[in-house]
């Protein structure tokens, strides 16, 4: 029987997270902070396209188990970066 899972991690910037002197580089409209993600990740493309994160991490993982015996085994990466927007003049 084979046992699937998998695991996406985000990186987002909150506005709580930006201190000091870097505040006025996301106020001046230059960059910007992140929405918060969603619980549940239905479309890790369509959070890119909206640019909500600045890359993720999807990991995923395998096993197949005979007899409570692992037979075989896979796993799987990638790393997806966001679309960050920009704003110039």
């Known amino acids: ?3 699937e899972s998998s695991v996406t991690s985000l990186s987002w910037i909150p506005s709580e997270a930006v201190p000091g002197l870097n505040k006025v580089v996301f106020g001046s409209g230059f960059t910007h ?3 918060p993600p969603p619980d549940r990740i239905d479309d890790l493309e369509s ?3 909206a ?5 993720a991490n999807v ?3 395998w096993v197949d188990v005979e007899d409570g015996v692992i ?3 896979g796993y799987n990466g990638r790393c997806l970066m966001g679309a ?3 704003a110039v003049g």
């Open 59 to 61: 990991l995923s993982a």
């Open 84 to 86: 960050t927007t920009l």
């Open 71 to 73: 037979v075989s085994a």
């Open 1 to 3: 029987m084979r046992h």
């Open 47 to 49: 959070l890119r396209d």
């Open 33 to 35: 902070y992140d929405e």
């Open 51 to 55: 640019d909500r994160f600045r890359f």
